[in-house]
């Protein structure tokens, strides 16, 4: 092949490379601002697109999807002139693609300038230990403000965070001491919780032992009673049925001595009776009178009928 023949094919490869590249593929989540002739031409979303070969260009892809920007520690002074250093983090989300392209010169360099400016303002109206303890508040305040700077650079600020707060070192070591203190005191606290609890506990154990013990005392008590009346009331039934057996072997042998006709022997057998109450067991002689002397083996016969129907 001549060198003719090596000059066709090359521009005929040329030619396929410039006709395949005017062919474009915009991606899920980017879009393409075009440029005709150095001019804004338009903005290619997702999809197939063809542009004019030479002419048309892709000025600039730009990224949609919601994007972190994370900045280094920015030192900011407080209405009490304490000086520390913050570092914020932002979350923004680029909405209109020719302003974010025509907008401004370097997008991120220009938030991060603004978002500086911004904590510095918004840390100068605070002092130390409102700084400390309003982040939520800081957070929103400059949120707000950046969503505001960057609208006409088609950038929608959807939050901001402050990552980390360091304050000067000898703050820091007041505060850990302080920390410390705290710590120490919720944990005495806890400990003289703890032990009043178990104090709470052994009165609480003790006040029922308590209450066992003189419910058991009671019950032994009633017990020991119960048993005592019972004991009380056998001993009376059986006396009260001794004494009846007695009577009625008294009126036995009494109606014996009736049916006997020993009507003078029963009253002078009692005066009998009477003597041995008397003499209760004690005098070793006893005087009768003379007329009771003759009824002496009446008496011996009664005592004997007494102590048989006694015995049956």
């Given at each position: 092949?001549?060198?003719?023949?090596?000059?066709?094919?090359?521009?005929?490869?040329?030619?396929?490379?410039?006709?395949?590249?005017?062919?474009?593929?915009?991606?899920?989540?980017?879009?393409?601002?075009?440029?005709?002739?150095?001019?804004?031409?338009?903005?290619?979303?997702?999809?197939?697109?063809?542009?004019?070969?030479?002419?048309?260009?892709?000025?600039?892809?730009?990224?949609?999807?919601?994007?972190?920007?994370?900045?280094?520690?920015?030192?900011v002074i407080t209405k009490d002139n304490v000086t520390?250093?913050?570092?914020?983090?932002?979350?923004?989300?680029?909405?209109?693609?020719?302003?974010?392209?025509?907008?401004?010169?370097?997008?991120?360099?220009?938030?991060?300038?603004?978002?500086?400016?911004?904590?510095?303002?918004?840390?100068?109206?605070?002092?130390?230990?409102?700084?400390?303890?309003?982040?939520?508040?800081?957070?929103?305040?400059?949120?707000?403000?950046?969503?505001?700077?960057?609208?006409?650079?088609?950038?929608?600020?959807?939050?901001?965070?402050?990552?980390?707060?360091?304050?000067?070192?000898?703050?820091?070591?007041?505060?850990?001491?302080?920390?410390?203190?705290?710590?120490?005191?919720?944990?005495?606290?806890?400990?003289?919780?703890?032990?009043?609890?178990?104090?709470?506990?052994?009165?609480?154990?003790?006040?029922?032992?308590?209450?066992?013990?003189?419910?058991?005392?009671?019950?032994?008590?009633?017990?020991?009673?119960?048993?005592?009346?019972?004991?009380?009331?056998?001993?009376?039934?059986?006396?009260?049925?001794?004494?009846?057996?007695?009577?009625?072997?008294?009126?036995?042998?009494?109606?014996?001595?009736?049916?006997?006709?020993?009507?003078?022997?029963?009253?002078?057998?009692?005066?009998?009776?009477?003597?041995?109450?008397?003499?209760?067991?004690?005098?070793?002689?006893?005087?009768?009178?003379?007329?009771?002397?003759?009824?002496?083996?009446?008496?011996?016969?009664?005592?004997?009928?007494?102590?048989?129907?006694?015995?049956?």
């Open positions: 092949m001549d060198f003719l023949g090596w000059l066709v094919a090359v521009l005929v490869v040329l030619v396929l490379v410039i006709f395949v590249s005017c062919f474009k593929i915009v991606p899920q989540a980017q879009a393409y601002v075009i440029e005709r002739l150095g001019a804004y031409q338009g903005t290619w979303s997702v999809g197939f697109h063809v542009k004019m070969p030479f002419i048309d260009k892709v000025a600039r892809r730009v990224n949609l999807k919601e994007q972190v920007a994370d900045f280094p520690p920015q030192p520390m250093r913050i570092d914020t983090v932002v979350f923004y989300q680029i909405t209109d693609s020719k302003l974010f392209t025509y907008g401004v010169e370097n997008p991120m360099m220009a938030i991060e300038n603004l978002t500086a400016t911004t904590l510095r303002n918004i840390i100068g109206d605070l002092e130390l230990d409102q700084t400390l303890t309003s982040r939520e508040t800081i957070n929103t305040k400059m949120r707000a403000a950046l969503d505001i700077a960057t609208d006409p650079w088609g950038i929608k600020v959807n939050r901001v965070e402050l990552k980390n707060i360091i304050p000067p070192a000898e703050i820091q070591n007041a505060m850990e001491k302080q920390m410390k203190a705290e710590r120490e005191r919720r944990e005495a606290v806890t400990r003289a919780e703890g032990e009043k609890k178990a104090k709470i506990l052994e009165a609480e154990g003790a006040k029922e032992s308590a209450i066992l013990r003189a419910e058991a005392d009671k019950q032994s008590a009633i017990l020991r009673a119960e048993a005592e009346k019972e004991k009380m009331i056998r001993e009376a039934e059986g006396e009260a049925e001794a004494i009846l057996k007695v009577q009625q072997a008294n009126a036995e042998g009494i109606r014996l001595l009736k049916e006997a006709g020993a009507d003078e022997a029963v009253l002078k057998m009692k005066s009998l009776e009477a003597f041995e109450k008397v003499a209760d067991g004690q005098a070793t002689t006893i005087l009768l009178p003379a007329e009771l002397q003759g009824i002496a083996s009446v008496a011996a016969a009664f005592k004997e009928t007494v102590s048989g129907v006694a015995a049956e």
